[in-house]
């Protein structure tokens, strides 16, 4: 792990890439903009967003160099030095480690140990650093907006800005109060962080693409391209619909419904926006509540909100965070 002193040498000759892994709505964007105005040298940032709504994975780029020359580019980030990942349910539905140097960081809002994540990722090649950032934003801010804490972490493990760079970024970013709670969130994240260096020093000279990948030829509607473009209606040759997109996994708690209270009001399933209430039909010809669909079940609480019986609850998935696994334990386990 650099320092500040070996980081400022770095970052003369070199740029210094950062890829941030968010859902819609967790202040991906924000971390990036941040990482900007914190840096004491040139750098850029811009975002990818595929589609734009509360809870879709987002992905965030930034290049940081002391040399403004070498910043110029307005790609999207292949070889990262530090990604981070605002949520763990990211960890096995996006490449989040793709184009990772080895001795790259991986810095991650999980209650996961490091030898989990390895597990997850398939790569033991990078360093690893983990923060409980969902239970510090409910703790301070009353809110899972882990963006600001996740900095915190990166701060821990690149150096590439203080915590007075950063505290002063985001006192002109957000309002005095909100401003005050995220300072302390950050400070915290820093105490909070726990890291798994691996001791590979990383390449700063790797930034080099992906190959290229073209659609291929042969695809069912290739050859009979109407104006409007392919749209394919058989579902059997290319599965299509929301039933494909696991959306359960996008929020942070799971929906409990206790079937002994449910007096099968309905209210639930007529505000559900992602038709994730349960009901079938009985033997008295009524329609009955019978469970909640997790595969698409976001935890938007709508339900929770309108039950008058108090039937719905709710449970964050996430548990007590684990620290580093030590030495010992590893090479027991190896």
């Given at each position: 792990?650099?320092?500040?002193?070996?980081?400022?040498?770095?970052?003369?000759?070199?740029v210094v890439n950062l890829r941030f892994h968010a859902r819609g709505g967790q202040g991906g964007v924000t971390a990036s903009n941040l990482c900007?105005?914190?840096?004491?040298?040139?750098?850029?940032?811009?975002?990818?967003?595929?589609?734009?709504?509360?809870?879709?994975?987002?992905?965030?780029?930034?290049?940081?160099?002391?040399?403004?020359?070498?910043?110029?580019?307005?790609?999207?980030?292949?070889?990262?030095?530090?990604?981070?990942?605002?949520?763990?349910?990211?960890?096995?539905?996006?490449?989040?480690?793709?184009?990772?140097?080895?001795?790259?960081?991986?810095?991650?809002?999980?209650?996961?140990?490091?030898?989990?994540?390895?597990?997850?990722?398939?790569?033991?090649?990078?360093?690893?650093?983990?923060?409980?950032?969902?239970?510090?934003?409910?703790?301070?801010?009353?809110?899972?907006?882990?963006?600001?804490?996740?900095?915190?972490?990166?701060?821990?493990?690149s150096h590439l800005f203080t915590l007075d760079e950063l505290a002063d970024a985001v006192m002109r970013r957000f309002k005095d109060n909100i401003?005050?709670?995220?300072?302390?969130?950050?400070?915290?994240?820093?105490?909070?962080?726990?890291?798994?260096?691996?001791?590979?020093?990383?390449?700063?000279?790797?930034?080099?693409?992906?190959?290229?990948?073209?659609?291929?030829?042969?695809?069912?509607?290739?050859?009979?391209?109407?104006?409007?473009?392919?749209?394919?209606?058989?579902?059997?040759?290319?599965?299509?619909?929301?039933?494909?997109?696991?959306?359960?996994?996008?929020?942070?708690?799971?929906?409990?419904?206790?079937?002994?209270?449910?007096?099968?009001?309905?209210?639930?399933?007529?505000?559900?926006?992602?038709?994730?209430?349960?009901?079938?039909?009985?033997?008295?010809?009524?329609?009955?509540?019978?469970?909640?669909?997790?595969?698409?079940?976001?935890?938007?609480?709508?339900?929770?909100?309108?039950?008058?019986?108090?039937?719905?609850?709710?449970?964050?998935?996430?548990?007590?965070?684990?620290?580093?696994?030590?030495?010992?334990?590893?090479?027991?386990?190896?």
């Open positions: 792990m650099y320092d500040r002193k070996q980081m400022e040498e770095i970052l003369k000759e070199n900007v105005e914190a840096f004491y040298g040139y750098g850029i940032c811009q975002p990818r967003f595929g589609a734009e709504r509360m809870g879709s994975p987002t992905e965030s780029y930034v290049r940081l160099s002391a040399n403004e020359d070498l910043i110029r580019s307005n790609e999207q980030v292949y070889a990262p030095h530090f990604v981070s990942v605002l949520d763990p349910s990211l960890l096995s539905e996006v490449d989040v480690i793709a184009g990772v140097p080895k001795g790259g960081w991986l810095i991650v809002n999980t209650a996961l140990n490091q030898q989990e994540i390895q597990e997850i990722v398939g790569r033991k090649d990078i360093n690893i650093a983990t923060i409980d950032a969902t239970r510090i934003a409910l703790e301070v801010l009353g809110r899972n907006i882990t963006n600001t804490i996740i900095l915190g972490a990166l701060i821990r493990v401003a005050a709670k995220n300072v302390e969130a950050i400070k915290q994240a820093i105490e909070d962080t726990c890291v798994y260096d691996i001791g590979i020093q990383m390449d700063f000279t790797q930034d080099t693409k992906i190959s290229w990948q073209q659609v291929e030829l042969g695809l069912p509607g290739y050859k009979e391209v109407d104006k409007a473009g392919v749209w394919y209606c058989d579902e059997e040759t290319i599965p299509v619909g929301s039933d494909q997109v696991r959306t359960g996994s996008w929020g942070e708690w799971d929906i409990i419904w206790d079937e002994e209270t449910c007096t099968d009001c309905a209210q639930c399933w007529f505000i559900c926006p992602d038709f994730a209430i349960l009901r079938e039909k009985g033997e008295d010809g009524k329609y009955h509540m019978i469970g909640i669909d997790r595969e698409h079940c976001k935890s938007c609480q709508n339900c929770l909100e309108v039950c008058p019986v108090n039937a719905i609850s709710k449970q964050l998935k996430q548990g007590p965070a684990s620290c580093a696994v030590p030495e010992e334990e590893l090479k027991e386990a190896n």
